[in-house]
C-alpha cells in the first residue's frame, strides 16, 4: 500500500516565479491538508480540501491556493514567489480528516 | 487558540537511558494528541496518537505517551533509547472533526554512544 507521495523532491525558482507543487493521497484517504516547515520550526498549516473544496485555511495570504481533484489528489500553487517561502513543503492525507500521515515533502528553495 | 509548547529544543542522552520529552498544548475541547518523528530531510512519521480512552498510549519504535488533563500534558517516553532514535519529534494537538494540526517547535535528539 503506498503511502503519501508528493512531486517533486525539490525545487529551485526565482523571486515573483510560481510553483506547482503535487500530492497523491494514502489510498482510500479522502482529505488533503499542506503544511509549511521553514528550517528549524514546526510544519504550520495551510490549508485543507476535502470533497474538492477548501475547507479551512490558516493563516497565508492569498498567493497560496490549491486546488483538490476527483481522484483525492491535490496541487498547492504559490504565486509571486518570495524569498520567504523557502521551505519544505509538507502533504498529508487522512479519511475525515483525524490521523493525518505525511508525505515525504517537496524542498523548495527560491533564490 | 490552539498551541503547543515543547519546551526542550534540544536533548542528549546516553544509548541505553531512558527519554522523556515534554508537550504541553492549548485546545478548546478535548483534544487528539500527536507526536510525529522527522528524520533529517525528510517527512513526519507518526508514532502514536490519542483520542480517548485509556490515557497511556503505545505507539510505534517502543515509544508511549501519557495523557494528563490536569497538566495540560502529553510527554513522550521510551525506556531505553536506540541510536537509531536520534531525529526531531513533533507533538501536535488538533484533528478533532477534521480539525488542522498545530505543531509544537520540535525537541531535537542526540544520542550519544
Known amino acids: 500500500d503506498a503511502g503519501v507521495t508528493q512531486s517533486p523532491t525539490h525545487l529551485i525558482k526565482t523571486r515573483g516565479q510560481q510553483v506547482t507543487l503535487r500530492c497523491s493521497p494514502k489510498?482510500?484517504?479522502?482529505?488533503v491538508s499542506w503544511y509549511q516547515q521553514a528550517l528549524g520550526q514546526g510544519p504550520q498549516f495551510i490549508f485543507q480540501y476535502y470533497e474538492e473544496e477548501e475547507r479551512q485555511r490558516g493563516n497565508f495570504p492569498d498567493r497560496f491556493s490549491g486546488h483538490q481533484f476527483p481522484n483525492y489528489s491535490s496541487e498547492l500553487n504559490v504565486n509571486a514567489l518570495l524569498l520567504g517561502d523557502s521551505a519544505l513543503y509538507l502533504c498529508a492525507s487522512s479519511f475525515g480528516g483525524e490521523t493525518q500521515y505525511f508525505g515525504p515533502g517537496t524542498r523548495l528553495l527560491v533564490l | 487558540a490552539q498551541s503547543v509548547t515543547q519546551p526542550d529544543i534540544h536533548i542528549t542522552v546516553s544509548e541505553g537511558a531512558s527519554l522523556e520529552l515534554r508537550c504541553n498544548y492549548s485546545y478548546g475541547a478535548t483534544p487528539y494528541l500527536f507526536w510525529y518523528v522527522q528524520s533529517p530531510g525528510q517527512g513526519l512519521q507518526l508514532l502514536l496518537k490519542y483520542f480517548w480512552g485509556d490515557t497511556l498510549v503505545q505507539g510505534i519504535k517502543g515509544f508511549e505517551a501519557e495523557f494528563k488533563r490536569s497538566q495540560s500534558s502529553f510527554n513522550l517516553r521510551k525506556p531505553s533509547v536506540h541510536w537509531s532514535d536520534a531525529a526531531e519529534y513533533f507533538c501536535?494537538?488538533?484533528?478533532?472533526?477534521?480539525?488542522?494540526?498545530?505543531f509544537g517547535t520540535g525537541t531535537r535528539l542526540a544520542v550519544r554512544p
Open positions: 501536535a494537538v488538533g484533528g478533532v472533526g477534521g480539525d488542522k494540526l498545530t
Open positions: 489510498s482510500g484517504h479522502d482529505t
